[in-house]
């Protein structure tokens, strides 16, 4: 049994906490809080971090001394991680897991399946608009539960 400083009360960790997911031109198109681990945020705070996020990002990709860098992938606390992953299309699927977490990439690329799957390929969907579709949420618990439970 883990204590995490953000709750009342000692929990086992959870392996994925929550999940956001940030259009190429910086904005929130969907978030969700997965585990119980960590302190829950307001809508508006989790729209300040996707766009903080999504320009430390852009900064980090420019003054990497590395040529080709694609920016911030990974930030690390005592009892939390923070993953980015850049898809090909531009979106970043951004993870807070605890800090065991090491499938990470497994996880992104799971995610950017689904995300594929249910919202690009949705008739109804607008890119660059936040994600409203029954089946994408749903697929996204179930593969977020898969990963949680082992």
């Known amino acids: 049994m883990t204590c ?10 959870q392996m994925l906490h929550a999940l956001l997911i940030i259009s190429k031109a910086g904005g929130l198109v ?13 809508v508006n705070e989790y729209l300040v971090l996707a766009g903080t996020f999504h320009g430390v990002h852009a900064i980090t990709a420019q003054i990497s001394p ?16 923070v993953f980015c992953h850049q898809t090909p299309t531009g979106i970043k699927i951004v993870i807070i897991t605890d800090a065991a977490h090491t499938s990470h990439e497994l996880a992104c690329k799971r995610i950017y399946e689904i995300y594929a799957d249910y919202a690009m390929k949705n008739p109804f969907h607008t890119p660059e608009m936040p994600i409203r579709a029954d089946l994408f949420d749903s697929n996204m618990s179930r593969l977020v539960r898969s990963l949680n439970s082992n």
């Open 66 to 81: 590395m040529p080709g860098s694609s920016g911030l992938e990974m930030l690390e606390s005592e009892a939390l991680k």
């Open 30 to 42: 969907y978030n969700k809080d997965y585990g119980t681990g960590i302190a829950k945020l307001t």
């Open 4 to 13: 995490w400083p953000a709750v009342s009360s000692c929990e086992t960790p």
